[in-house]
């Protein structure tokens, strides 16, 4: 497995563009050197989706990417979020207009809301939304940490091409979101997916761990084949600041997981939740 492409992954149409189903979360870089070196390196890997926004690392993901990557080259697409502590017209147009300026772009491509505020009705919010995307300053609406019925609610006033929800091999609570993604093909972002390999699930740890041994694999690498394997629709975004770590997320897409193992860690989760 030296030889490692985001191309092996296959891919999954995000409006008009094709990305290859292995992004990049950037919730932890900082506006550094480091940072422009790991992105360009993803880039050059054929990660051709970043997902960031308005709040990570208090603004410096999105000064990263747009400092390291900007102008940006053909059919990547970089995916910011809003509106993480209120959704008002006012919030929302001053947080997407600062993430405008600092990813150094007129549109963008993905625009997600980053959590439905509790006060106002997601159709409002989404109207909001719409009219940013007639505007032209934005492409495509997505959604994150959404429940099914606020899916709907959302695609009566403007079509949502994708939704964020927390999601891994053991946090499957939003089994139902990701089933109706799939029948209605709209792309499901699990964040997190790496997560609860350790801790208390640990009858879940341990049989990662054999089938990292079987498959000559991390158990991370496990993971992120299982997602792979999920759904059609499923586009992982592992997080790192390391190249070494986004070599070894990338080489999931090398990971044969078989049938039969699949299966098995489909049974294990009605066990832990």
Not at 37 to 45: G, I, N, P, Q, R
Not at 204 to 227: C, P, R, T
Not at 232 to 260: C, F, M, R, W
Request: overall charge negative; aromatic content about 6%.
């Amino acid at each position: 497995m030296d030889d490692v492409s985001a191309n092996q992954a296959g891919t999954i149409n995000i409006g008009e563009l094709s990305v290859n189903r292995l992004g990049l979360g950037t919730n932890r870089i900082h506006d550094d050197e480091a940072a422009y070196e790991l992105l360009k390196s993803a880039v050059d890997l054929g990660v051709n989706f970043i997902d960031t926004a308005h709040g990570y690392t208090d603004g410096e993901s999105e000064k990263a990417i747009g400092n390291g990557l900007a102008p940006y080259k053909e059919g990547l697409v970089v995916a910011t979020k809003g509106g993480m502590e209120g959704a008002s017209r006012e919030k929302l147009e001053a947080e997407l207009h600062q993430s405008l300026t600092s990813l150094q772009t007129e549109q963008i491509y993905l625009y997600q809301l980053h959590r439905a505020d509790p006060q106002v009705p997601i159709s409002e919010t989404m109207a909001i939304l719409k009219d940013f995307q007639d505007q032209g300053i934005i492409k495509h609406i997505g959604l994150s940490e959404v429940s099914v019925d606020q899916l709907k609610e959302a695609i009566s006033v403007a079509p949502v091409v994708s939704v964020q929800n927390e999601y891994n091999v053991i946090n499957r609570k939003h089994e139902d979101l990701l089933n109706y993604c799939t029948d209605y093909n709209i792309v499901f972002i699990p964040w997190f997916p790496l997560g609860g390999l350790r801790g208390d699930a640990q009858v879940v740890a341990q049989k990662m761990d054999i089938l990292a041994g079987k498959y000559e694999a991390s158990a991370q690498q496990i993971a992120l084949a299982w997602l792979l394997k999920r759904s059609p629709v499923i586009l992982p975004i592992p997080g790192t600041t390391s190249i070494d770590h986004l070599k070894d997320n990338l080489k999931a897409s090398l990971v044969d997981l078989s049938q039969e193992d699949y299966i098995a860690l489909n049974s294990m989760w009605p066990r832990i939740i």
